[in-house]
């Protein structure tokens, strides 16, 4: 167990709705990381928090957006959901007494659009 | 990730040693990591090893880095069943936090 929660589990949609994954990092971990795993582009980042505020954007679409709140958790939010964003999200959780230099994964949120 | 890359697939006997293999593109990246991810699991961090080094062992896994071919390799000593799983190498560039991963390998560990 890394530490890092993430709800829910699983998520099945439809498209064209909006959908909101949660993030709790380790106790302690300042930073926040989104990574998106799918069988076409692997394992990809999306972004980044760092205490609050955005640090660093990958390939994240327009359609998605995240945000970090005072207590330390974060929430990706997906929207206008399509076929192609069927994947798994996964959470990953830092320190600054490392450098930032571990990064923890949650379990993962396996989101399936229908 | 494009930038790392790695073989598909390693079988290997019980009590063997594996050898997982990666390359990567940049030469300014920080950090290199292994991640372990089991069926309907997340990713566990293995080990990592900073880019001046060029070996890290911790019990049963050992890193080599060589740095001026851009080649990173795990090697686990006497395999057990439980290191069957997929494994992923990634890069820490110098400009940023994020990890650039390469496609994962496959390890399936035969009794």
């Known amino acids: 167990d890394s530490g890092v929660t993430q709800t829910p589990k699983h998520l099945i949609t439809a498209t064209g709705q909006r959908v909101t994954l949660r993030c709790s990092p380790r106790?302690?971990?300042?930073?926040v990381y989104w990574y998106q795993q799918s069988l076409d582009q692997g394992l990809q980042f999306l972004i980044q928090y760092y205490n609050g505020e955005e640090r660093a954007k990958g390939n994240i679409l327009e359609r998605f957006s995240a945000q970090q709140f005072p207590d330390l958790h974060s929430e990706l939010n997906l929207s206008s959901l399509e076929l192609g964003d069927s994947a798994l999200y996964f959470c990953?959780?830092?320190?600054?007494?490392?450098?930032?230099?571990?990064?923890?994964f949650g379990p993962g949120t396996r989101l399936t659009v229908t | 990730g494009e930038d790392v890359e790695q073989s598909l697939f390693l079988s290997v006997r019980e009590g063997d040693s594996s050898v997982i293999n990666c390359t990567y593109t940049d030469s300014s990246s920080t950090y290199l990591y292994w991640y372990k991810q089991e069926p309907g699991a997340g990713l566990q961090l293995l080990t990592y090893i900073f880019s001046n080094m060029d070996m890290k062992q911790d019990q049963r896994l050992t890193v080599l880095l060589n740095k001026k071919d851009k080649h990173l390799s795990l090697r686990i000593a006497d395999t057990q069943t439980g290191d069957s799983a997929i494994y992923f190498c990634?890069?820490?560039?110098?400009?940023?936090?994020?990890?650039?991963f390469g496609g994962g390998t496959r390890v399936l560990v035969k009794p």
């Open positions: 106790s302690g971990d300042l930073s």
């Open positions: 990634a890069e820490r560039r110098a400009a940023g936090n994020k990890l650039t």
């Open positions: 990953a959780s830092s320190a600054p007494g490392t450098g930032f230099s571990e990064q923890y």
